[in-house]
């Protein structure tokens, strides 16, 4: 077994500096990164708490009373993070996820998905708007969240089973609430719901078939996530990733799966739909993705960007370190200019971590200074 890297100090220390191109050119709506892969999707994580302490994000000895998280002035306010959205779209991003930690914690943040609502696509349409959650205050908010303009929910689930999720999420939650949470999205139109399941070999693989059982035919896309190696406090080892062709190989011996094509370009997710008597996809029963960072690289396609809680952004979900977004915005600079830096720091990202990950010296490989999980938001 491979020895386990749990340090336990801050992940957040460097910062790079936005550049300040000296020549601002308008946005176009058509940036592409050094490796002619184009700006569409944007992530913003809300906030960097949580009330779950999930093994593989914020396992509870990194995790504790004394973590320092971020002071509420160090992170980007509503009109901050607007404005920066604002100008990513005009780069050509279409879709908007909110994340966290726990996005749903954050004060008020139907106010801030109202803000975001509002803005446009370079096409003039509203940007797609989708919040990633760990479904537990969803029963309480999903009506809100809808009618400031959310359209869709992802909700993290990983297992059926109240124990096994418990010892999951690490604070006793049960599953119960998390399936009220979804059942209330549903009601509120916030469609269509995907369920991410985080697999962990010998943790909740137990759990693969009786999850695709639930939710097969409910309209709710249920997709398997490799565990992946991100950060450096939830102490991963490959041998606790269970690759995606084993679940869906144990699918399989339960369920009569065909091959859908891909999603929309820099999709991740591999679609499998389960197939009628007549042996094809039969849509009233659905279909399940796979979500293989680990085994199956994505980076070709990847057009993802990640704006951190205090407003750094990171070219890659592995990334030691972000731009310092929130010192131009603090500087006064202007909407020219920010841009300008945006399209500067796209324009140069090669970052392919998955795809070189295995020729990576093991050290690099586990370098302590990656970002968490929950800081970043997936
Ligand atoms: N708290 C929210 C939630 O759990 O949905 C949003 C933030 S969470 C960091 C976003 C997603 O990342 C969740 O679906 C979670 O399961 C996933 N995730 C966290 N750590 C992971 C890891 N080590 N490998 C794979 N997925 C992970
Ligand atoms: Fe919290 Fe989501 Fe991380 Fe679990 S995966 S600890 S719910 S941020
Ligand atoms: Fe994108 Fe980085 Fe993940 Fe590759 S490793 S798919 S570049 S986030």
Same mark, same amino acid.
């Given at each position: 077994?491979?020895?386990?890297?749990?340090?336990?100090? $801050?992940?957040?220390?460097?910062?790079?500096?936005?550049?300040?191109?000296?020549?601002?050119?308008?946005?176009?709506?058509?940036?592409?990164?050094?490796?002619?892969?184009?700006?569409?999707?944007?992530?913003?994580?809300?906030?960097?708490?949580?009330?779950?302490?999930?093994?593989?994000?914020?396992?509870?000895?990194?995790?504790?009373? $004394?973590?320092?998280?971020?002071?509420?002035?160090?992170?980007?306010?509503? @009109? @901050? *993070?607007? =404005?920066?959205? =604002?100008?990513?779209? #005009?780069?050509?991003?279409?879709?908007?996820?909110?994340?966290?930690?726990?996005?749903?914690?954050?004060?008020?943040?139907?106010?801030?998905?109202?803000?975001?609502?509002?803005?446009?696509?370079?096409?003039?349409?509203?940007?797609?708007?989708?919040?990633?959650?760990?479904?537990?205050?969803?029963?309480?908010?999903?009506?809100?969240?809808?009618?400031?303009?959310?359209?869709? /929910?992802?909700?993290?689930?990983?297992?059926?089973?109240? #124990?096994?999720?418990?010892?999951?999420?690490?604070?006793?939650?049960?599953?119960?609430?998390?399936?009220?949470?979804?059942?209330?999205?549903?009601?509120?139109?916030?469609?269509?719901?995907?369920?991410?399941? /985080?697999?962990?070999?010998?943790?909740?693989?137990?759990?693969?078939?009786?999850?695709a !059982?639930?939710?097969?035919? %409910?309209?709710? /896309?249920?997709?398997?996530?490799?565990?992946?190696?991100?950060?450096?406090?939830?102490?991963?080892?490959?041998?606790?990733?269970?690759?995606?062709?084993?679940?869906r190989?144990r699918l399989q011996?339960a369920f009569?799966l065909?091959?859908?094509?891909?999603?929309?370009?820099?999709?991740?997710?591999? =679609?499998?739909?389960?197939?009628?008597?007549?042996?094809?996809?039969?849509?009233?029963?659905?279909?399940?993705?796979?979500?293989?960072?680990?085994?199956?690289?994505?980076?070709?396609?990847?057009?993802?960007?990640?704006?951190?809680?205090?407003?750094?952004?990171?070219?890659?979900?592995?990334?030691?370190?972000?731009? $310092?977004?929130?010192?131009?915005?603090?500087?006064?600079?202007?909407?020219? @200019?920010?841009?300008?830096?945006?399209?500067?720091?796209?324009?140069?990202?090669?970052? !392919?971590? %998955?795809?070189?990950?295995?020729?990576?010296?093991?050290?690099?490989? =586990?370098?302590?200074?990656?970002?968490?999980? %929950?800081? *970043?938001?997936?």
């Amino acid at each position: 077994m491979a020895e386990r890297v749990i340090p336990l100090h $801050d992940q957040r220390i460097a910062a790079l500096a936005a550049p300040r191109p000296a020549v601002a050119q308008a946005p176009t709506g058509r940036l592409f990164d050094a490796l002619q892969r184009p700006l569409r999707d944007l992530r913003i994580s809300v906030t960097d708490r949580c009330n779950f302490r999930c093994s593989y994000c914020m396992p509870k000895e990194v995790f504790g009373k $004394d973590y320092p998280y971020l002071p509420h002035a160090d992170l980007l306010t509503f @009109e @901050e *993070i607007t =404005r920066l959205a =604002r100008l990513f779209l #005009a780069h050509g991003v279409r879709k908007i996820r909110l994340t966290g930690g726990e996005p749903l914690l954050r004060k008020n943040i139907e106010q801030l998905i109202e803000m975001l609502a509002g803005l446009r696509t370079v096409e003039g349409e509203p940007p797609e708007l989708t919040l990633t959650t760990n479904g537990s205050l969803l029963k309480r908010k999903a009506h809100a969240l809808r009618q400031a303009g959310l359209q869709r /929910v992802t909700v993290s689930l990983d297992a059926l089973d109240d #124990a096994v999720f418990q010892r999951m999420n690490d604070v006793g939650f049960p599953v119960a609430e998390v399936l009220e949470g979804i059942a209330a999205a549903q009601a509120a139109g916030l469609q269509p719901i995907k369920v991410n399941m /985080v697999v962990k070999r010998g943790t909740n693989d137990d759990q693969i078939v009786p999850m695709a !059982r639930h939710f097969r035919g %409910s309209g709710i /896309v249920l997709r398997f996530i490799e565990y992946m190696d991100v950060g450096s406090s939830n102490g991963w080892c490959l041998d606790e990733v269970l690759p995606s062709a084993q679940v869906r190989a144990r699918l399989q011996e339960a369920f009569a799966l065909v091959p859908l094509p891909p999603g929309a370009p820099g999709e991740t997710a591999e =679609r499998w739909g389960y197939a009628g008597p007549d042996g094809r996809h039969d849509p009233a029963l659905g279909e399940v993705g796979f979500i293989s960072s680990v085994t199956q690289a994505f980076c070709r396609d990847c057009n993802r960007a990640r704006l951190s809680t205090e407003g750094r952004l990171y070219l890659c979900l592995f990334a030691e370190r972000g731009y $310092d977004l929130r010192a131009l915005l603090r500087a006064g600079v202007s909407d020219a @200019e920010l841009a300008a830096s945006l399209a500067a720091i796209w324009g140069s990202r090669n970052d !392919r971590y %998955s795809e070189i990950r295995a020729l990576l010296p093991p050290q690099t490989r =586990r370098s302590a200074r990656r970002i968490e999980m %929950s800081y *970043i938001g997936g």
